[in-house]
């Protein structure tokens, strides 16, 4: 096959072969994109999860350049350039060459994280081993990126012979430098070695519920230096991730989802608790958010004027137990008011005879 090319070569001029394999690069690098795109229209309107689609999503652009770019490299040596030309235009080939190769690994890497995510759904009602998957798999892909394109960039660089001098050079002075560095850095470092803490200590992970700075919230992100909450009213709350080393905060979802939740009612002395009990348990069996774990109705504390009555429940996430809460607090504030209203709280004021004689005259 070489010795055809080069008999080509032979009889055709230098620039117009030149021309012809840059061209046929290009095409080839349009009939893949044009494969990729036909694909692509034919999976876009498939929800599911595939394996061959999650290929072509995400390397799908990658190769549209890698693949001309390695095509050209390898029919380069037969290109009839002068020295002038042939070592500039190799150099910026392969350049271009170690970018988009750099660019596929990425997107390799994002291949692997669909196929976790697929594995590991977080669309279930105990998902702590998915969250504390997610959690490490999201920190490590971060740190692969990270290297894989610091990596790159070395690679570039010591391409150039003047940059590999520079280098050397360097390197007498590494020590000096690194302690520069490491000062100028303390606060990245520290950053960046907490996020590796967290990552496997997991003192927080994906979709935890979190009361952070008195917010209540779901951890959305973790990256390599913050945190990201989705509060409740759709804010977004950001935190330094050292934050969640340095200080105390409220994890509900640490080792389980479910969770306890107390309602309080304030009532009169008269109040009747064994009828509370009874619409209580009423309510609790027909609501679907209860999960069959929890449900007490204490009097837990007599103040100065009235009781303190403390409905504890149960559910399996806190979103249903905060539903569950409202849904209780409703129905007994509406049973108590329409059945007994003489038991919501009163002041009771008792005059005597001889207050009253004086009041009258």
């Known amino acids: 096959m070489q010795e055809v090319l080069e008999n080509w070569s032979a009889t055709i001029h230098p620039w117009l072969w030149n021309l012809l394999i840059t061209v046929a690069a290009i095409v080839i690098g349009l009939i893949i994109k044009l494969i990729i ?4 229209t034919f999976y876009k309107n498939r ?7 999650s290929i072509i999503i995400h390397t799908g652009r ?10 050209l490299n390898l029919m380069f040596p037969l290109m009839e350039l002068g020295k002038k030309f042939y070592g500039p235009l190799s150099k910026i080939v392969q350049i271009l060459l170690m970018i988009s190769f750099a660019a596929l690994l990425i997107s390799a890497i994002k291949v692997f994280e669909d196929y976790m995510y697929h594995i590991y759904d977080l669309n279930k009602t105990d998902n702590l081993k998915e969250r504390k998957i997610r ?14 394109v610091i990596l790159t960039i070395a690679a570039i660089l010591l391409s150039f012979e003047n940059v590999r001098k520079i280098g050397a050079g360097l390197l007498t002075g590494v020590g000096i430098g690194g302690i520069i560095i490491g000062f100028a850095a303390q606060k990245s470092l520290g950053n960046f070695l907490a996020g590796f803490q967290i990552a496997f200590t997991q003192p927080i992970r994906i979709d935890d519920v979190l009361v952070v700075e008195n917010e209540w919230g779901k951890v959305e992100d973790i990256t390599l230096t913050y945190v990201v909450m989705n509060l409740w009213d759709q804010r977004r709350l950001i935190l330094p991730i050292t934050y969640f080393i340095e200080k105390p905060f409220q994890n509900w ?17 008269n109040a009747p608790i064994e009828e509370m009990r009874k619409e209580f348990d009423r309510l609790m069996e027909s609501s679907p958010l209860w999960d069959k774990r929890v449900k007490v109705v204490q009097v837990t504390d007599a103040k100065e004027r009235s009781l303190e009555v403390r409905m504890l429940v149960s559910a399996q996430n806190s979103g249903n137990l905060f539903d569950l809460r409202c849904y209780i607090r409703e129905n007994m504030v509406k049973f108590i008011r329409d059945n007994y209203p003489q038991s919501l709280p009163m002041d009771r004021v008792l005059l005597s005879p001889e207050t009253t004689v004086q009041q009258q005259a």
């Open 37 to 40: 795109k036909g694909v692509l």
């Open 47 to 53: 929800t599911d999860y595939s394996l061959f689609r």
């Open 62 to 71: 990658p190769l549209n350049h890698f693949v001309p770019l390695l095509i």
């Open 135 to 148: 959690t490490q798999l999201q920190f490590i892909r971060r740190v692969i990126v990270s290297i894989v």
């Open 253 to 269: 979802t640490r080792v389980s989802a479910d969770l306890l939740g107390a309602v309080m009612l304030y009532l009169d002395y």
